[in-house]
């Protein structure tokens, strides 16, 4: 088989040689060292006496906090959501954050009906710069008894 160069095959090489000449390469190599570890800062929830998964987890200056849901009465959409924000709000507050430093919010909905009364409730939560959301209804419900339940990633202090 005849080798050929071809023209896509040529601006890769020469764009490489460029990457490789301004050090982009060795910032690349100099991230994947990076020093920062997860650190485990909620509650670890296990089953059968085995790690299942945790309530908040940092990794430098990011909060991950695993969904919160309300399995309590009244059975009611608005009442459930403001439950849920309100737990949120105490997770990212106890860990060096705040809803406004949300960044990005999933929403599972047991009833997809629901939408516009959970809407109600979490519009203007976040402040004036509302993080990215996330909505869906899920097949089969949420976990447990709750009507909604939300996970979120938010900036740390």
């Not at 050929?4 to 490489?16: D, E, I, N, V, Y």
């Not at 737990?87 to 060096?96: D, F, I, S, V, Y």
Request: glycine content about 10%; some cysteine; aromatic content about 6%.
């Amino acid at each position: 088989m005849e080798n050929k160069t071809t023209r896509r095959g040529s601006f890769k090489k020469l764009g490489m040689g460029i990457a490789a000449l301004f050090g982009v390469g060795t910032v690349s190599a100099m991230a994947t060292k990076s020093k920062i570890k997860k650190e485990v800062v909620g509650e670890i929830v296990t089953d059968q006496d085995i790690p299942l998964f945790s309530g908040a987890v940092k990794h430098g200056n990011t909060l991950y906090i695993a969904g919160k849901g309300a399995h309590t009465e009244p059975f009611e959409i608005k009442a459930h959501t403001e439950i849920v924000l309100q737990e949120l709000q105490k997770e990212l507050e106890r860990n060096g954050s705040s809803m406004e430093q949300v960044l990005k919010v999933n929403v599972y909905l047991a009833d997809l009906n629901d939408y516009k009364g959970m809407n109600e409730v979490f519009r203007g939560r976040f402040g004036k710069n509302p993080p990215v959301r996330t909505t869906v209804a899920t097949y089969g419900g949420v976990p447990g008894k709750s009507l909604v339940e939300m996970d979120c990633i938010a900036a740390v202090d």
